[in-house]
């Protein structure tokens, strides 16, 4: 019953800006660092952006200064900012929940959105 639903993605001409959402349900929120994944079709899966349950975020040295990731805890939900999009930013843009425990670890996935940046 774990659902992580996005929202925000669409086409956009390069250098505009998009925001993803997504929300998470049936999980503890806050115990689990937030990430967003993108694959661009006959490519591998990327990770873009990450943040821990405590904040620290990092970034893919190819989105660094453009992307803004954060979290809103009372709203379970993971947010983000995407700004100066280029062409080769377009993906299908995954959410992604992870808590690694010592047994193991528990991984979640959401649907993708697609984001188009194209003039």
């Known amino acids: 019953q774990v659902q992580l639903v996005e929202s925000g993605g669409g086409l956009v001409q390069p250098g505009g800006s998009l925001r993803l959402s997504c929300a998470a349900s049936?999980?503890?929120?806050?115990?689990?660092?937030m990430g967003w994944y993108r694959q661009a079709p006959g490519k591998q899966r990327e990770k873009v952006a990450s943040?821990?349950?405590?904040?620290?975020?990092t970034y893919a040295d190819s989105v660094k200064g453009r992307f803004t990731i954060s979290r809103d805890n009372a709203k379970n939900t993971v947010y983000l900012q995407m700004n100066s999009l280029k062409p080769e930013d377009t993906a299908v843009y995954y959410c992604?929940?992870?808590?690694?425990?010592?047994?193991?670890?528990?991984?979640?996935w959401g649907q993708g959105t697609q984001v188009t940046v194209s003039s």
């Open positions: 992604n929940a992870d808590r690694r425990i010592g047994s193991g670890q528990d991984t979640y």
């Open positions: 943040i821990t349950s405590g904040g620290m975020t």
């Open positions: 049936r999980i503890i929120f806050s115990l689990y660092a």
